[in-house]
């Protein structure tokens, strides 16, 4: 069976400060694809990042980077220097190669006060 | 180039009727997936389209049907709604055959809520 767990179900945190969302991830297949949204209140997902299982290299993208490791299936997302504007819901998705679902984490619904 | 569009972006009916919803993918895309997102159960996969042909299904009842057209658009319907039915519909786009490791671009959703 495959699983995504997002524990953190809402984090506050005050503009400026770094945050980092967590998710663990469970699936029998040795190849397969990490994914993170962000959803804001206009409902529309957006994607921020997918990772293959051979790609450990972990990524920045300006404020955001992604840490990716197999050994403990976590594929965290750290937001730095946070700004009000990425106050969203957050969901890390996988997707394993024997099946065309995407499962989801529950969301992590981020809080940034000015 | 235009995003997904869904349609409608609300929508309200009472329990025992059906509904039939709207996505139009982005120019181009030949994949459309449809997922419903509830408070209790969170983001559910319910169906992919590719070149007019289910390609995946999730755990739904038969209720739930979709189609997809030769200009890849596509409708999901569902009948003799229920109070859980209640939900944001999100529709999907991505260009490619292989859905695995393609990234998904969403439109805005269709709240959907039964009385």
């Known amino acids: 069976a495959q699983k995504v767990t997002q524990a953190q179900t809402e984090i506050s945190v005050v503009e400026k400060e770094d945050v980092t969302l967590d998710c663990v991830y469970e699936?029998?297949?040795?190849?397969?694809?990490l994914f993170w949204y962000k959803q804001p209140p206009s409902g529309e997902l957006v994607f921020l990042i997918r990772r293959n299982s051979f790609d450990e290299q972990n990524e920045i993208s300006g404020r955001y980077s992604w840490n990716f490791q197999k050994s403990t299936s976590s594929f965290n997302f750290t937001i730095t220097a946070s700004q009000v504007v990425d106050s969203a819901v957050y969901f890390c998705?996988?997707?394993?190669?024997?099946?065309?679902?995407?499962?989801w984490g529950a969301g992590t619904k981020l809080i940034i006060k000015p | 180039k235009a995003g997904v569009t869904q349609t409608p972006r609300y929508l309200i009916k009472t329990r025992g009727q059906q509904v039939t919803l709207s996505c139009s993918p982005i120019?181009?895309?030949?994949?459309v997936s449809w997922y419903q997102q509830t408070p209790g159960q969170g983001l559910q996969f319910l169906f992919e389209y590719f070149s007019e042909t289910q390609r995946n299904k999730g755990n739904f009842p038969g209720r739930f049907s979709g189609r997809q057209f030769s200009n890849s658009r596509s409708e999901m319907n569902v009948s003799t709604l229920e109070l859980g039915d209640s939900a944001l519909y999100l529709c999907?786009?991505?260009?490619?055959?292989?859905?695995?490791?393609?990234?998904?671009?969403f439109g805005s959703g269709t709240q959907l809520s039964v009385l």
């Open positions: 120019s181009g895309h030949r994949s």
């Open positions: 999907a786009s991505s260009p490619n055959r292989d859905l695995k490791n393609e990234k998904l671009f």
């Open positions: 699936t029998r297949d040795t190849t397969y694809y």
């Open positions: 998705a996988l997707r394993g190669y024997s099946n065309y679902q995407l499962i």
